[in-house]
């Protein structure tokens, strides 16, 4: 798997639009965030190892309506690691 955190510059007014969109519709979507700063979201996803980060991020994130500018940010290493479907179970 493939972790890449894409930082989101949106349309003025339309940020919330945006994240709910990526959060709904985008099955490989991990997390949206509201940041301050150059970028109105940070968003991460998690690719198959077929998947292109480049295709993704030009043909699903930067298609989204709403979205102005990407910055894109390729994960190298977890440091830590998301419980499974089952641990949160039990949580």
């Known amino acids: 798997m493939k972790?890449?955190?894409?930082?989101?510059?949106?349309?003025?007014?339309?940020?919330?639009?945006?994240?709910a969109f990526l959060a709904d519709e985008v099955p490989q979507?991990?997390?949206?965030?509201?940041?301050?700063g150059?970028?109105?979201?940070?968003?991460q996803f998690q690719l198959t190892e077929n998947d292109e980060i480049g295709r993704f991020?030009?043909?699903?994130?930067?298609?989204?309506?709403g979205i102005k500018d990407t910055y894109t940010i390729i994960g190298l290493n977890a440091f830590t690691v998301e419980p499974n479907?089952?641990?949160?179970?039990?949580l």
């Open 3 to 19: 972790t890449v955190f894409v930082q989101i510059k949106c349309e003025l007014g339309k940020t919330y639009d945006v994240a």
């Open 29 to 36: 979507v991990r997390s949206v965030h509201s940041t301050s």
């Open 38 to 43: 150059n970028y109105d979201l940070l968003a």
């Open 57 to 65: 991020v030009t043909g699903v994130v930067q298609t989204t309506p």
């Open 85 to 90: 479907a089952n641990d949160r179970d039990n």
